[in-house]
């Protein structure tokens, strides 16, 4: 499908391991069991479902590993548009959240409330120094809001969201749009809740509904 060019949309997605209170995340079984699913439930026409990688909840230390993803998804086969989509939870943000987030940007700020799974509490530290202040945003060039009407005519509890947080989930996502800003790819982050809000099964179907309105933005 490589030789379609744009009219292939690759996705690559990632997830996390557990964190500081939460012992299970969520995004770990989701991310782990998509490509059965998916699999299951039939790939949109043009959508290629790339990597599935499950990262550690870690930011400084775990930078090497989340840029290996970075690179194999514009060097790796079936190459086309790609959209770097990440679902987590973070618990200082959603572990008591109702509905799906989708974030609209990130910002250039480390503030963690805890020590992340390699023991890195930054206060007030740019993610990037070369970005300038702790102030800067970066956001998707995807349209957070139309997706969010289209996953909600679609009976998902899901709402736009301009707060990442400051903990791994923004870390995560400011390096990815920057990524992405200099390869000419797209990326966006979504939270989701607690499995004890919204069962798994629903979680599923909402990331799988996702991915199918995405690839249809192409």
């Given at each position: 499908m490589g030789s379609e060019g744009p009219s292939v949309v690759t996705i690559h997605v990632t997830g996390f391991k557990k964190f500081h209170g939460v012992a299970e995340?969520?995004?770990?079984?989701?991310?782990?069991?998509?490509?059965?699913?998916?699999?299951?439930?039939?790939?949109?026409?043009?959508?290629?479902l790339g990597?599935?990688?499950?990262?550690?909840?870690?930011?400084?230390?775990?930078?090497?590993?989340?840029?290996?993803?970075?690179?194999?998804?514009?060097t790796g086969?079936?190459?086309?548009?790609?959209?770097?989509?990440?679902f987590q939870l973070h618990l200082g943000v959603n572990s008591g959240a109702t509905k799906f987030a989708i974030e609209h940007q990130a910002v250039n700020e480390a503030t963690f409330r805890c020590p992340d799974e390699l023991g890195w509490k930054p206060q007030r530290v740019p993610?990037?120094?070369?970005?300038?202040?702790?102030?800067?945003?970066?956001?998707?060039?995807?349209?957070v809001?139309?997706?969010?009407?289209?996953?909600?005519?679609?009976?998902?509890?899901v709402i736009p969201s301009d707060d990442a947080g400051r903990f791994v989930c923004n870390y995560v996502y400011y390096h990815s749009l920057r990524?992405?800003?200099?390869?000419?790819?797209?990326?966006?982050?979504?939270h989701v809740p607690l499995f004890l809000t919204i069962d798994e099964e629903t979680q599923?179907?909402?990331?799988?509904?996702?991915?199918e309105v995405l690839a249809s933005l192409y």
């Open positions: 995340n969520p995004t770990e079984t989701i991310v782990s069991n998509l490509k059965d699913f998916m699999l299951k439930r039939g790939l949109p026409k043009g959508l290629v990597s599935c990688s499950i990262l550690e909840t870690a930011g400084q230390g775990a930078i090497s590993p989340l840029y290996q993803i970075f690179q194999s998804s514009v086969p079936n190459v086309g548009r790609i959209i770097w989509g990440c993610i990037i120094p070369t970005d300038g202040r702790i102030t800067r945003i970066r956001e998707t060039s995807l349209p809001n139309n997706l969010t009407k289209a996953l909600a005519k679609m009976g998902y509890k990524f992405a800003e200099e390869h000419g790819n797209k990326s966006l982050f979504v599923m179907q909402f990331v799988a509904s996702l991915l």
